[in-house]
């Protein structure tokens, strides 16, 4: 049995574990040229890119996709809030 350590819902199924995770997780770590940074949900359920590309701030759903972005984009990240 998987347990998800931010709700404590329990799955038999990895992939579905591993999906789950990925939407429910509430901080991601995510790097930058200048550094690593913790990224958390807003009150929307959102991850706020706060890189300084012309486009943000503006919100993610997921830590995966604010990862791509910001590994697109090969930008800063604007605010102080480091590991």
Not at 16 to 22: D, F, K, N, V
């Amino acid at each position: 049995m998987l347990t998800c350590k931010t709700c404590n819902l329990q799955f038999i199924d990895r992939p579905e574990y591993q999906r789950h995770i990925r939407s429910c997780t509430t901080e991601v770590e995510v790097t930058c040229q200048n550094g690593v940074f913790v990224v958390f949900r807003n009150v929307a359920g959102h991850f706020d890119c706060q890189c300084g590309d012309d486009g943000c701030p503006r919100p993610f759903q997921s830590g995966d996709a604010l990862k791509a972005h910001l590994k697109k984009k090969k930008s800063i990240w604007v605010t102080v809030d480091r590991v």
